[in-house]
Protein backbone atom coordinates (compact mmCIF):
# COMPACT_ATOMS: atom_id res chain seq x y z
CA UNK A 1 0.00 0.00 0.00
CA UNK A 2 0.96 3.98 -0.39
CA UNK A 3 3.31 5.16 2.63
CA UNK A 4 2.53 7.55 4.21
CA UNK A 5 4.69 9.59 7.08
CA UNK A 6 2.90 11.26 10.13
CA UNK A 7 4.56 14.10 12.32
CA UNK A 8 4.52 15.00 14.97
CA UNK A 9 4.88 11.74 16.99
CA UNK A 10 3.58 13.49 19.79
CA UNK A 11 2.20 16.53 20.66
CA UNK A 12 1.28 17.94 24.78
CA UNK A 13 -0.67 20.59 24.29
CA UNK A 14 -2.30 23.76 26.75
CA UNK A 15 -6.03 23.27 26.72
CA UNK A 16 -7.59 25.52 24.79
CA UNK A 17 -4.45 26.10 22.00
CA UNK A 18 -4.60 25.17 18.90
CA UNK A 19 -2.57 22.50 17.16
CA UNK A 20 -1.75 20.23 13.88
CA UNK A 21 -0.67 17.22 12.84
CA UNK A 22 0.65 16.39 9.39
CA UNK A 23 1.02 13.35 7.22
CA UNK A 24 2.90 13.29 4.34
CA UNK A 25 3.80 11.19 1.04
CA UNK A 26 6.38 11.01 -1.52
CA UNK A 27 3.83 9.65 -4.31
CA UNK A 28 0.45 10.79 -4.98
CA UNK A 29 -2.60 9.98 -2.82
CA UNK A 30 -6.06 8.48 -3.80
CA UNK A 31 -7.75 9.45 -0.65
CA UNK A 32 -6.56 10.01 2.71
CA UNK A 33 -8.68 9.30 6.04
CA UNK A 34 -8.18 10.20 9.28
CA UNK A 35 -8.98 8.18 12.79
CA UNK A 36 -8.97 8.89 16.22
CA UNK A 37 -7.66 5.80 18.83
CA UNK A 38 -8.67 6.85 22.51
CA UNK A 39 -6.12 5.30 24.86
CA UNK A 40 -7.00 2.01 25.35
CA UNK A 41 -9.97 1.99 22.95
CA UNK A 42 -10.15 0.96 18.82
CA UNK A 43 -9.66 3.47 15.80
CA UNK A 44 -12.60 5.67 14.82
CA UNK A 45 -13.00 7.06 11.94
CA UNK A 46 -13.22 10.76 11.43
CA UNK A 47 -12.93 11.85 8.03
CA UNK A 48 -12.08 11.36 3.88
CA UNK A 49 -10.11 13.12 1.82
CA UNK A 50 -10.51 12.39 -2.35
CA UNK A 51 -10.11 15.64 -3.62
CA UNK A 52 -7.06 18.28 -4.66
CA UNK A 53 -7.50 20.96 -1.41
CA UNK A 54 -10.77 20.01 -0.23
CA UNK A 55 -10.92 21.39 3.07
CA UNK A 56 -13.55 19.86 5.59
CA UNK A 57 -14.54 20.95 9.10
CA UNK A 58 -15.89 19.19 11.85
CA UNK A 59 -17.04 21.53 14.74
CA UNK A 60 -13.21 22.76 16.14
CA UNK A 61 -11.58 20.06 13.50
CA UNK A 62 -10.26 21.11 9.83
CA UNK A 63 -8.93 18.56 7.77
CA UNK A 64 -7.11 19.73 4.60
CA UNK A 65 -6.17 17.75 1.58
CA UNK A 66 -3.16 19.52 -0.14
CA UNK A 67 -3.48 20.37 -3.90
CA UNK A 68 -0.96 17.92 -5.18
CA UNK A 69 -2.81 15.28 -3.03
CA UNK A 70 0.76 14.61 -1.00
CA UNK A 71 -0.23 15.82 1.93
CA UNK A 72 -3.16 16.39 4.49
CA UNK A 73 -3.53 18.11 7.71
CA UNK A 74 -5.36 18.19 10.59
CA UNK A 75 -5.73 20.74 12.61
CA UNK A 76 -7.91 21.34 16.08
CA UNK A 77 -8.49 24.58 17.83
CA UNK A 78 -9.36 25.45 21.06
CA UNK A 79 -8.03 22.35 22.46
CA UNK A 80 -9.95 20.62 25.05
CA UNK A 81 -9.23 17.18 27.18
CA UNK A 82 -11.87 15.43 25.14
CA UNK A 83 -9.42 15.56 22.15
CA UNK A 84 -6.68 13.48 23.96
CA UNK A 85 -5.78 10.08 21.78
CA UNK A 86 -3.95 9.16 18.78
CA UNK A 87 -4.49 10.01 15.46
CA UNK A 88 -3.56 8.62 12.69
CA UNK A 89 -3.98 9.33 8.85
CA UNK A 90 -4.35 6.33 6.62
CA UNK A 91 -4.65 5.69 3.12
CA UNK A 92 -7.12 3.27 1.11
CA UNK A 93 -6.71 0.88 -1.35
CA UNK A 94 -8.44 2.11 -4.30
CA UNK A 95 -9.60 -1.52 -5.10
CA UNK A 96 -8.86 -3.84 -2.21
CA UNK A 97 -9.87 -1.43 0.70
CA UNK A 98 -7.13 -2.05 2.50
CA UNK A 99 -5.66 0.68 5.00
CA UNK A 100 -2.17 1.71 5.16
CA UNK A 101 -2.11 3.92 8.56
CA UNK A 102 0.42 6.73 9.46
CA UNK A 103 2.62 5.91 12.09
CA UNK A 104 -0.08 8.57 14.67
CA UNK A 105 0.13 11.69 16.34
CA UNK A 106 -0.53 11.01 20.35
CA UNK A 107 -2.22 14.00 21.82
CA UNK A 108 -1.80 15.08 25.51
CA UNK A 109 -3.58 17.99 27.32
CA UNK A 110 -2.42 19.61 30.01
CA UNK A 111 -5.42 21.00 31.63
CA UNK B 1 -23.16 3.99 11.73
CA UNK B 2 -22.03 -0.11 11.52
CA UNK B 3 -21.11 -1.81 14.58
CA UNK B 4 -18.31 -4.72 15.00
CA UNK B 5 -17.91 -6.73 17.81
CA UNK B 6 -14.42 -8.76 18.77
CA UNK B 7 -14.40 -11.74 21.76
CA UNK B 8 -13.31 -11.85 23.78
CA UNK B 9 -11.88 -8.34 24.95
CA UNK B 10 -8.31 -9.60 26.35
CA UNK B 11 -6.79 -13.10 26.98
CA UNK B 12 -4.35 -14.32 28.66
CA UNK B 13 -2.93 -17.99 27.51
CA UNK B 14 -0.01 -20.05 28.55
CA UNK B 15 3.27 -20.38 26.04
CA UNK B 16 2.22 -23.08 23.08
CA UNK B 17 -1.23 -22.91 22.95
CA UNK B 18 -3.54 -21.31 20.65
CA UNK B 19 -6.39 -18.29 21.20
CA UNK B 20 -9.26 -17.81 18.89
CA UNK B 21 -10.28 -14.40 18.56
CA UNK B 22 -13.53 -14.02 16.83
CA UNK B 23 -15.04 -10.45 14.84
CA UNK B 24 -18.23 -10.07 14.32
CA UNK B 25 -20.07 -7.33 12.00
CA UNK B 26 -23.72 -7.15 13.73
CA UNK B 27 -25.71 -5.15 12.29
CA UNK B 28 -24.09 -5.74 8.09
CA UNK B 29 -22.77 -8.12 6.07
CA UNK B 30 -19.10 -8.07 5.47
CA UNK B 31 -17.66 -10.60 2.74
CA UNK B 32 -14.45 -8.70 3.14
CA UNK B 33 -12.69 -8.06 6.77
CA UNK B 34 -9.37 -7.62 8.11
CA UNK B 35 -7.12 -8.00 10.79
CA UNK B 36 -4.65 -5.67 12.57
CA UNK B 37 -2.04 -5.87 15.57
CA UNK B 38 -1.05 -3.21 16.78
CA UNK B 39 2.39 -3.16 19.75
CA UNK B 40 2.21 -0.94 22.63
CA UNK B 41 2.54 2.63 21.28
CA UNK B 42 2.84 2.02 17.44
CA UNK B 43 0.42 2.02 14.90
CA UNK B 44 -1.51 -0.30 13.04
CA UNK B 45 -0.40 -2.72 10.82
CA UNK B 46 -2.51 -4.89 8.59
CA UNK B 47 -2.07 -8.86 8.94
CA UNK B 48 -4.16 -10.75 6.44
CA UNK B 49 -7.97 -9.61 4.98
CA UNK B 50 -10.00 -12.20 5.18
CA UNK B 51 -12.45 -13.14 2.60
CA UNK B 52 -15.67 -14.73 3.09
CA UNK B 53 -15.77 -18.41 1.51
CA UNK B 54 -12.33 -18.30 -0.03
CA UNK B 55 -8.78 -17.85 1.55
CA UNK B 56 -7.40 -15.24 3.27
CA UNK B 57 -4.56 -13.05 2.03
CA UNK B 58 -1.75 -12.57 3.88
CA UNK B 59 0.49 -9.17 3.99
CA UNK B 60 4.06 -9.49 3.63
CA UNK B 61 5.83 -11.28 6.28
CA UNK B 62 2.57 -12.70 8.24
CA UNK B 63 3.12 -16.33 8.58
CA UNK B 64 -0.28 -17.78 7.56
CA UNK B 65 0.37 -20.94 9.03
CA UNK B 66 0.59 -19.24 12.56
CA UNK B 67 -2.18 -17.14 12.22
CA UNK B 68 -5.40 -19.33 10.80
CA UNK B 69 -8.24 -17.09 9.71
CA UNK B 70 -11.24 -17.90 8.79
CA UNK B 71 -14.19 -16.62 7.47
CA UNK B 72 -16.84 -18.87 7.43
CA UNK B 73 -20.15 -16.14 7.23
CA UNK B 74 -21.23 -12.62 5.92
CA UNK B 75 -20.95 -11.65 9.96
CA UNK B 76 -18.47 -13.55 10.99
CA UNK B 77 -14.22 -13.67 10.69
CA UNK B 78 -12.07 -15.69 13.23
CA UNK B 79 -8.40 -14.88 13.83
CA UNK B 80 -6.58 -18.25 15.43
CA UNK B 81 -2.99 -17.56 16.61
CA UNK B 82 -1.36 -20.91 16.92
CA UNK B 83 1.23 -22.05 19.14
CA UNK B 84 1.19 -18.54 20.46
CA UNK B 85 4.60 -17.16 22.24
CA UNK B 86 5.52 -14.06 24.30
CA UNK B 87 6.16 -12.36 21.49
CA UNK B 88 2.57 -12.84 19.92
CA UNK B 89 1.19 -10.26 22.75
CA UNK B 90 -0.32 -7.50 21.11
CA UNK B 91 -3.59 -5.52 20.24
CA UNK B 92 -5.56 -7.42 18.11
CA UNK B 93 -8.36 -5.68 16.00
CA UNK B 94 -10.64 -6.57 13.18
CA UNK B 95 -12.32 -4.00 10.42
CA UNK B 96 -15.21 -4.18 8.33
CA UNK B 97 -16.56 -2.30 5.87
CA UNK B 98 -20.36 -1.93 5.47
CA UNK B 99 -20.91 -2.04 1.79
CA UNK B 100 -23.94 -0.44 1.79
CA UNK B 101 -22.11 2.98 2.30
CA UNK B 102 -20.75 5.49 -0.03
CA UNK B 103 -18.05 6.59 2.12
CA UNK B 104 -15.54 3.85 2.76
CA UNK B 105 -15.00 4.40 6.32
CA UNK B 106 -14.22 1.11 7.87
CA UNK B 107 -15.52 0.15 11.22
CA UNK B 108 -13.14 -1.38 13.71
CA UNK B 109 -13.63 -3.85 16.84
CA UNK B 110 -12.71 -3.08 20.12
CA UNK B 111 -9.93 -5.35 19.75
CA UNK B 112 -8.66 -8.07 21.66
CA UNK B 113 -5.41 -7.61 23.96
CA UNK B 114 -3.41 -10.76 23.90
CA UNK B 115 -1.18 -11.56 26.42
CA UNK B 116 1.31 -14.51 26.14
CA UNK B 117 3.12 -16.00 29.34
Known amino acids: ?111 | GAVVSQHPSWVICKSGTSVKIECRSLDFQATTMFWYRQFPKQSLMLMATSNEGSKATYEQGVEKDKFLINHASLTLSTLTVTSAHPEDSSFYICSARDPRDYVYEQYFGPGTRLTVT
Not at chain 1, 46 to 65: A, D, H, N, Y
Open chain 1, 1 to 111: GQQVMQIPQYQHVQEGEDFTTYCNSSTTLSNIQWYKQRPGGHPVFLIQLVKSGEVKKQKRLTFQFGEAKKNSSLHITATQTTDVGTYFCAVQGSNDYKLSFGAGTTVTVRA
